[in-house]
């Protein structure tokens, strides 16, 4: 890592342009994503974050023949770089904290209900229960620059590859010497230093209703992660089924929460976590944030209520009501 961000530094040294404001817009990992970097540099360190895009891409999706993921699930037991052994266990432990609610093994059940191939399906009820036998992270092992799986385990990183990536394009910009830039890929937003301005970002939070955002947070180095069953679902009979499956049931989770966002400086837990806290419901998550903290979280209910956890009432700005977890 330390040689990557050294060879990224006299790159962006070299670029010798002067761009204010620079843009970039990447297709990656089914995600349109959004990338801005402002000063000197603005330029190369985009266009270096856009390979960085593609390299993770490359590495960590499990549909791409060769990849290291794939890899490890057509192998079982495989040898890949410290890097994907560093992701993986980044996971696990947030599995381990969440007691399983974010569990990277949950790769059956996604193929079940069609969200790899998107040919949507509803499983029956003994298709879930043989799935959920092979659910478990307890049957996944990273070390040693080797990932093995038992008992007919898979994995899948779409719960946090988006939350590594964006912390990875934070290192990228700073390598190159950009101190202010923000990122949105999809409903991870990653923000770097402040504004040009000198003010705090402010990030949005979608409305799961639509329209209006559901309120503001001023930030500065800090990641905002939202998971929702809005952002990825299909419709059958009438009924919505959407993407982040509650491992205890291999059903798309139900336990009364439209929208988590957790915010943190580190966007690859904080994207685990989003998952979780959304698996968990309401209570769950309030419960985890007392006993485990480092992070702050927003909170919609299926019924429309907003929480906010204590650390964020003086950067939360919003036109609804709110709660405060404390
Ligand atoms: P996110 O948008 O970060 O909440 O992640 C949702 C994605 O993570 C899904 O599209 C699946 O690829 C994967 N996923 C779904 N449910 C879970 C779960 N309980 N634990 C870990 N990953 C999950
Ligand atoms: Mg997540």
Known sequence: ????????????????????????????????MELKAYGKNAERALSEAEQEIIRLDNMLSRGTAGSEIYKINELKNAEVSTEAVGIINAALSVSASTDGAFDITIAPIMDLWGFFTKDF???????????????????????????????????????????????????????CGVSSGIVSLG??????????????WRVAIQNPDGGDFLGTLAVEDTAVITSGGYQRFFEQDGRVYHHIIDPATGYPAANGLKSVSVISGSSDIADGLSTALYVMGQDGAAEYWRSHGGFEAVL????????????????WESGFGYEVIE
């Open 1 to 32: 890592m330390a040689l990557v961000c050294a060879v990224t530094l006299t790159s962006c040294a070299d670029a010798g342009k002067n761009a204010e404001e620079a843009t970039k817009t990447v297709f990656a990992m089914d995600t349109v």
């Open 187 to 200: 409903g991870n937003v990653h923000a770097l230093g402040k504004k040009p301005d000198g003010s705090k």
């Open 300 to 315: 919609m209910t299926d019924d429309g209520r907003i929480f906010i956890t204590k650390g964020l009432e003086n950067i």
């Open 121 to 175: 399906r509803v499983p029956s009820d003994e298709e879930i229960a043989a799935a959920l036998e092979k659910v478990d992270y307890r049957n996944v092992s990273a070390q040693d620059g080797r990932v093995s799986l038992r008992s007919g385990a898979q994995i899948d990183l779409g719960g946090i590859a988006k939350g590594y990536l964006s912390g990875r394009i934070m290192e990228i910009f700073k390598g």
